[in-house]
């Protein structure tokens, strides 16, 4: 029986490797202007990192400047429709309690 065969690494494989990470964090640095996104410890991010005030008119306002934020930051990139959708679906996983 012969060894299974092992996968070396090319010299210059580890430099493309970070070139693609580098390019891949430079490619979606707008998010960290954004007001409401936060980091994960697991990497990740949340995108609605935003805790309601309880006052309707304060998270109007608030929810209107991250709007702003938003569409003057995201606006113009072909994946603002994909942003978008993943703030909407983040801000309904949110667990909200009735009053």
């Not at 090319?10 to 960290?32: D, F, G, I, M, W």
Request: glycine share 8%; with cysteine; net charge positive.
């Amino acid at each position: 029986m012969s060894k299974p065969r092992t996968r070396r690494a090319l010299p210059n494989q580890r430099s493309v490797t970070l070139a693609r990470r580098a390019k891949l964090e430079r490619q979606y640095a707008y998010r960290n202007k954004l007001p409401f996104v936060a980091k994960a410890k697991s990497g990740g991010e949340f995108w609605w990192n935003v805790t309601p005030s309880g006052e309707y008119e304060a998270d109007y306002q608030t929810g209107r400047a991250y709007a702003v934020a938003f569409w003057s930051i995201c606006g113009g990139r072909p994946t603002c429709g994909i942003d978008l959708g993943q703030i909407l679906f983040a801000m309904h996983e949110r667990q909200r309690t009735r009053t």
